[in-house]
């Protein structure tokens, strides 16, 4: 997508969108809601029309071309089977449209119903499958006429958890296999990383950023970046904190609960430069690890706790010691660092 824009009445549902996805990667759009990735998928299927800006398929404009003849799969955000088709008719449906011979068809949708896992289940109707099936029906009929494009908006949304854990993995490894190339939404972080090479930040109807899912975690190109990716808090008055005096060239700081160690007090004596007195103010059982949340004099942290370390209590004297903040400016970010710590070598 080449600048991109696509207002409807006077609100800008894309605006200069710019997203280049390579040949047979799968690519996560990530954002809030209302943030315009809906509107991104129609757009390249071609259900939407841009005001301005380019869409190219293999280095080819197809801005004219209509939807059924861009060879793009769509998977929905809602449900969207037939659900006076059989799962067979489902499937079978591009391929009709295509008029492909009775034999070939039969043929396909076997295989696609052995790729889905979804065996003997040709006869059912979409009513008497599990949500889980009925989206991995989805899936094999948006495949079914072999697009060069898959399109994936939501499809695990209305599944439970547990479910859709595993159809995740199931939709990786099964992209992978067919190597196609996909774009998959969702406003799930942990889905995000899971499921794609690539991960595509999207905020306001434009891209913020395109990254590894490490790359975008660890380096937020953005002040929207660094608050909607993982948890964060606000941190007033940054450059009043030991070791952070260069927070006082930004605007605004904010701090990750894996950059901030809690202990009891008296033992992080090593650090007395760099660590902060602080209170708990509440303790939550993370199955694996306490999450404490802290405060150092305005500022509310929260801070991982191992279960394996001496009980903590609210209302408890603690040592703080964060280790690195996220600081903006403007547009802005960066990483600083605790000065005090540069020259400790051992730490968490
Ligand atoms: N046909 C339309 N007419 C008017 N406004 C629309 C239309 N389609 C989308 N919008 C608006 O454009 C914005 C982006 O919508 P879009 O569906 O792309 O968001 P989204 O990122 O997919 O959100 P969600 O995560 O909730 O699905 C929203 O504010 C929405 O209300
Ligand atoms: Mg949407």
């Known amino acids: 997508m080449r600048g991109i824009n696509k207002s409807f009445g006077n609100f800008k549902a894309s605006n200069d969108t710019n997203l280049c996805v390579e040949k047979g990667r799968l690519v996560g759009l990530l954002g809030p809601s209302g943030s315009g990735k809906t509107t991104i998928l129609r757009i390249i ?18 801005n004219d071309m209509n939807a059924g003849s861009r060879g793009i799969g769509f998977v929905f955000q809602n449900y ?16 009709r449209v295509k ?24 006869k059912r109707f979409p009513s008497q499958l599990s949500g889980g099936q009925r989206q991995r029906v989805a899936f094999a009929r948006a495949i079914a006429p072999n ?51 690539e991960i595509v930040v999207i905020n306001a109807g434009h891209v913020e950023q395109k990254g590894s899912p490490v790359d975008i975690y660890k380096h937020p190109a953005t002040p929207f970046v660094a608050r909607f990716i993982g948890h964060s808090d606000a941190m007033e008055n940054a450059a009043s904190f030991k070791g952070f005096e260069a927070a006082r060239d930004f605007a605004e700081a904010i701090v990750r609960p894996e950059f901030v160690r809690v202990e009891k007090r008296g033992l992080l004596e090593d650090y007395v430069a760099s660590a902060e007195e602080g ?22 942290l929260t801070a991982n706790y191992s279960l394996e370390k001496p009980g903590l209590s609210v209302g408890e004297k ?22 005090n710590l540069r020259e400790n070598t051992v730490f968490i």
């Open 318 to 339: 603690v040592s703080v010691l964060i280790r690195r903040i996220y600081v903006f400016d403007g547009d802005r970010t960066e990483i600083l660092e605790n000065e």
């Open 45 to 62: 299927a071609g259900l939407e029309i841009p005001d301005s800006g380019d869409i190219m398929i293999n280095g080819k404009r197809v």
């Open 99 to 122: 008029k492909e011979s009775e034999a070939a068809i039969k043929k396909r949708v076997s295989e696609l119903m052995s790729l889905v896992g979804l065996d003997g289940f040709e």
């Open 80 to 95: 969207a089977l037939f659900r006076y088709m059989s799962v067979f008719e489902n499937v079978a449906f591009g391929l």
């Open 147 to 197: 697009p060069q494009i898959l399109l994936l908006d939501e499809p695990f949304a209305a599944i439970d958890a547990k479910v859709r854990q595993e159809l995740r993995k199931w939709l990786r490894n099964t992209i992978g296999v067919l190597g196609i190339t996909s774009v998959f939404v969702t406003h799930d972080q942990d889905e995000a990383v899971e499921v794609a090479d």
């Open 279 to 300: 209170v708990v103010e509440d303790i939550s059982f993370r199955g694996d690890n306490m999450e404490i949340k802290v405060r150092v004099s305005r500022v509310l």
